[in-house]
């Protein structure tokens, strides 16, 4: 991998770090500062919502503008928003920070990072081992926020089973070491079923999974559960992410990468305004349950679509 290559996983690893410990304090922070759970709900939505906008904003003059000034720019807005997070609890203010500074309530990039860094991953490296390089550069952002999950999970925690900071701190750093797990063992499965295979029918059974969370009677058995749901989560994000820049042309990456990311994150968006209705009786557990039944009919309908399209090493490897 080349020297950029290297550069990429740094800055994913110092981001991911603040990323992490954001997403499990974020909920119950608000909650201190006085916000109603209506509130955090927006401010969720509004995060999630600025980051696919800036998204679309940045990646569409990325290629012609310079990735490298636009990553630079992305990072100001980000450091100038954790800045009103910390000394404002006024939630008009904390609305517009979240909107135009990518504040993740998810643990995960949501702004335009990812996308141009996956569209300068693909030059640092070949075919043969650009599946591998996407999943190292994963394992650097789930490592680097040891802490990672999204904090309407942290949250229901919280309300659910009084789960404390330190126990939720404890229980979310094993779920991703679980995940790195995960992370590791994509690029040989892949090589041996598939990019397509792998990221679906890894990722099925881990949506199963989180439909079983909430119907766990205790906190000891919905963690022993989520634990596994993550051991078997992370396989699909490598592989989606390397499928996706192989069969897509060179220069369409940045732009494909952030329609994908847009996408994702415009969907996610609209689940917060809900927070407040799902969070009411914890004891449902309806953001597992919306959740895992969303993602197995994700996971059904891009395999219909996309069964028959091949990364360029897959067709090497049929011919």
């Known amino acids: 991998m080349s020297r950029d290559g290297w550069l990429l996983f740094i800055t ?4 991911s770090f603040a990323y992490g410990f954001l997403s499990v304090i974020l909920g119950l922070y608000l909650d201190a500062v006085g916000l109603s759970t209506a509130a955090i709900g927006w401010i969720f939505t509004a995060a ?49 920070a979240a909107i135009f500074g990518t504040i993740s309530p998810s643990g995960k990039d949501v702004g335009p990072f990812l996308s141009i860094e996956q569209a300068i991953l693909p030059q640092t490296t070949d075919n043969q081992h650009r599946t591998a390089v996407f999943s190292a550069y994963n394992l650097v952002g789930s490592f680097a926020g ?20 330190t126990a939720l701190g404890a229980i979310f750093f094993g779920t991703n070491l679980l995940a790195a797990v995960s992370f590791l063992a ?86 917060p305004l809900f927070t407040g209705a799902i969070l009411t009786t914890p004891s449902l557990g309806l953001p597992f ?7 197995i009919i994700y996971d059904l309908w891009i395999f219909a679509v996309f069964r028959n399209v091949k990364p360029p090493e897959e067709k090497t490897q049929a011919g």
């Open 48 to 96: 999630l919502a600025g980051g696919a906008m800036m998204t679309i904003l940045i990646t569409a003059i990325a290629d012609s503008f310079g990735r490298k000034t636009l990553l630079i720019v992305g990072a100001v807005l980000m450091a100038a928003a954790g800045w009103i997070f910390a000394v404002s609890g006024d939630p008009i203010f904390l609305t517009i």
């Open 186 to 271: 994509a690029p040989a499965i892949a090589r041996r079923f598939g990019l397509l295979n792998t990221m679906v029918f890894t990722h099925l059974p881990s949506n199963f999974l989180i439909l079983l969370v909430p119907l766990m009677p205790n906190v000891e058995l919905a963690v022993v559960v989520l634990m596994i749901r993550h051991l078997l989560s992370q396989m699909d994000v490598p592989t989606r992410q390397s499928y996706t820049m192989a069969v897509v042309e060179p220069d369409e990456r940045a732009a494909s990468a952030g329609i994908l990311s847009v996408a994702r994150n415009a969907g996610a968006a609209l689940a």
């Open 146 to 165: 040891g802490f990672i999950v999204q904090s309407i999970v942290a949250y229901w925690f919280y309300l659910r089973f009084k789960t404390d900071l």
């Open 12 to 15: 994913c690893g110092v981001r």
């Open 289 to 295: 349950l919306l959740a895992g039944g969303l993602k």
